[in-house]
């Protein structure tokens, strides 16, 4: 059965496929690796950026989004909750 990922787990998946990358990346194949819908990608682009998860920096005219200390933060605490509701099969 193929299950839905939830919001935090959307917003999980982005920011870790940044760090993946050594903590920078283009807009373009961050939204195809984060398998959403350029619209959907967009809402969430727009939050991580309002809440200060992701930050642009642009470098030589080319735009990269890199994770922000509260980026990496939510990273961790986020795979702590998962093993918490795993450990106890929430």
Known sequence: ????????????DILDIIRQHHNSMK?????RSANLSSNSFSDYYSELI????????VD????????TDKGFKY???YK????FIEEFEL
């Open 1 to 12: 059965m193929n299950k839905k990922r939830d919001r935090l787990a959307v917003i999980y």
């Open 27 to 31: 807009l373009t194949p961050l939204l």
């Open 50 to 57: 309002s809440k200060e998860l992701v930050k642009e920096i």
């Open 60 to 67: 030589d005219g080319h735009k990269y989004v890199t994770l």
């Open 75 to 77: 990273l961790e605490k």
């Open 80 to 83: 702590l909750i998962s093993g």
